[in-house]
């Protein structure tokens, strides 16, 4: 963060132990003015239940720790034109108006030159959501800007969104010169058909990606209905141009796609709920997808859906699946009702389930044994079969957070809780 | 409409309507953690400026929210995203303490409009408008400059211009 005068000013010792008195005793009587003060303000009065009802131990408690010289050195800004008052003189002359005045304003002339704000200091999901409203060649200059922030912003997506301006394209990378591209996103910015020769260009511009072991996250991100004959052939151009022999995880958002022939290449697959098709559930279901690992489905809204996932995830239809995660479009619960029947689960190695999704006792009951068997669940499942453990003794089960009424399956709406009732 | 206060790390009191204080999560949670009487919320966190700024925010935009009657959601978002506009031109400094006030505080509205404006303030920027606009420190080795420049010569049009020439 910032530095500051008063340790930077290493050859006064005593002129510092000095002022830090008078800055005690400026803030002592400082605070007793503002105690005052505060007695007589307004809006307080206006709302006089608001100063009669705080307890007189809850408002020490309150108080500003004492000194917080370190906190108000960092935070306290003079750019602010209430501050910039009290920079050349006490802050007795300015009274209550300026907040360094109020903390003992003797200080002020000793602080360091407006220093500029750190960008590198800056928490790095704020630094990542800075990041991601730049176009790529502000993201580069940024991570040019010093060393913190090479570190913390990370490098090596390339996302091309299409169509694409020519000059655009001319910026293209070939994919075999940049091995560090580790994510590779297509993104059509505008509705409308999916243009083939600009999105063909753009491919050949990427070229093969050279290199045995290379391996990159490869998301498609299409918002468009695609009629089957074009996703047929978007699926075709990029296996054509050798991207999904080389993609390590296949994100599809694309509405009813089919790439049951990509399926066949890509061990990882994230899938919208709207994504997975039917075809898709056939191909699985053939024994088509013998390598794919991992499925992600996202924005499930339906029991249907979760059910279809589920099946798909079935051992019998999809052995060689290790990783499921099931993820509702948040907001409503769904209520999983297995009816008794529930799929075969026991090849997976790691099971994550969204909270919204409210499971069935039996259901429960089964992933519990699961997890005794050494299945890895997310945090939010762990915590509802525990929930469940603790709380089975009774006719009783409490499962899981939702907004769900549905009596087809037993369920009873309590408060914010799904509540099964054993008969 | 019950008010709270909140207090700045200095010390300062804003007393504030309790709706427009909740767009605060932060705010939010204390409150709910804390008793039911308590009226004084300590945010050791922020200083009185900043707070005063960021619960203007917070007090524009649930006034104007709570104006569904008397004109159409597009007029509100409109009128919304004017005011946000001339709100957020405030100086890199002030911008940069409003930024980490917003992710303290956890107002998301404001958090995503200050780190808007701070990608308004890089966009189009070199690396090295990038360092004086705030005030960064190059502390590259000289090869270790040149190996950065030189992976990310491909998406900077203008120096590989210059490098061709």
């Known amino acids: 963060m910032r530095s500051l005068g008063v340790a930077d ?208 996250e490869l998301r498609v991100c299409v918002n468009s209905v695609l009629s089957a004959s074009d996703l047929a052939w978007l699926e075709a151009a990029l296996d054509c141009c050798g991207l999904l022999q080389h993609a390590v995880s296949l994100d599809l958002c694309c509405i009813d796609a089919d790439f049951s022939g990509a399926l066949q290449k890509v061990p990882v697959l994230r899938l919208t709920a709207e994504s997975l098709s039917e075809s898709t559930c056939e191909a699985i279901e053939k024994g088509h997808c013998r390598n794919l690992e991992s499925i992600h489905l996202t924005h499930l809204r339906e029991e249907e859906e979760v059910q279809l996932a589920l099946m798909v995830a079935d051992r019998g239809v999809l052995g060689s699946l290790r990783r499921l995660t099931l993820e509702a479009a948040g907001g409503q619960g769904i209520p999983l009702g297995c009816r008794g029947q529930h799929p075969d689960l026991s090849h997976l190695a790691h099971l994550s389930i969204h909270p919204d999704i409210a499971l069935c006792v039996n259901f429960l009951r089964y992933l519990a044994s699961l997890r005794a068997r050494g299945l890895a669940v997310c945090p939010c499942l762990q915590q509802a079969l525990e929930d469940w453990a603790t709380q089975r003794s009774g006719a009783m089960f409490v499962l899981w957070f939702g907004a769900v009424e549905d009596d087809q399956h037993g369920f009873l709406q309590h408060g914010d809780f799904v509540i099964e009732i054993e008969v | 409409m019950r008010s709270i206060i909140l207090r700045s790390c200095d010390g300062a009191d804003h007393v504030v309507a309790q709706e427009a204080a909740c767009l605060s999560k932060t705010v939010q949670s204390l409150l709910e953690e804390l008793e039911e009487s308590t009226l004084v919320v300590p945010l050791p966190n922020v200083c009185d400026c900043t707070l005063r700024k960021v619960l203007q925010y917070c007090t524009q935009h649930t006034a104007l929210q709570r104006r569904v009657t008397d004109i159409s959601d597009e007029l509100r978002t409109r009128e919304m995203e004017a005011w946000d506009k001339r709100y957020i031109m405030v100086s890199t400094d002030e911008l940069y303490h409003l930024v980490m006030a917003a992710h303290y505080l956890n107002v998301p509205g404001l958090l995503e409009l200050c780190c808007e404006g701070i990608a308004n303030l890089i966009r189009g920027k070199s690396p090295e408008h990038v360092r004086q606009c705030f005030g960064l420190v190059k502390n590259f080795e000289a090869p270790e400059e040149e190996n950065i420049r030189r992976t990310n010569l491909w998406a900077l049009v203008d120096e590989k211009e210059q490098a061709k020439k």
């Not at chain 1, 004492?66 to 910039?84: D, G, M, N």
């Not at chain 1, 060649?137 to 991570?143: C, F, G, I, S, Y």
């Not at chain 1, 020769?197 to 753009?202: D, E, G, I, Y």
Request: glycine content about 6%.
């Open chain 1, 9 to 216: 000013c290493s050859t006064a010792p005593k002129m510092l132990s000095f002022l830090n008195g008078a800055i005690q005793n400026a803030r002592q009587m400082l605070l007793k003015r503002k105690r005052t003060a505060d007695d007589s303000l307004a809006p307080l009065q206006d709302d006089s239940t608001a100063a009669e009802q705080l307890p007189k131990r809850m408002r020490q408690q309150c108080a500003p720790a004492e000194p917080s010289a370190a906190l108000a050195k960092a935070w306290c800004c003079r750019l602010h034109p209430c501050c910039q008052e009290g920079q050349s003189s006490s802050g007795e002359d300015h009274g209550a108006g300026c907040h360094l005045a109020r903390m003992g304003s003797a200080s002020l002339e000793l602080r360091a030159p407006n220093a500029h704000s750190d960008l590198a200091a800056l928490p790095s999901d704020v630094l990542q959501s800075i990041f991601q409203q730049l176009p790529l060649p502000d993201r580069l200059a940024l991570r040019q800007g010093c060393r913190a922030l090479t570190s913390s912003i990370p490098y090596g997506g390339l996302h091309l969104c299409f169509p694409m301006s020519r000059q655009h394209q001319q910026t293209v990378p070939c994919l075999a010169d940049r091995p560090a591209i580790c994510k590779l996103t297509f993104e059509q910015t505008c509705s409308g058909r999916v243009r083939k020769r600009a999105l063909k260009n753009l491919l050949s511009r990427l070229g093969p990606a050279v290199g045995k072991d290379r391996r990159y």
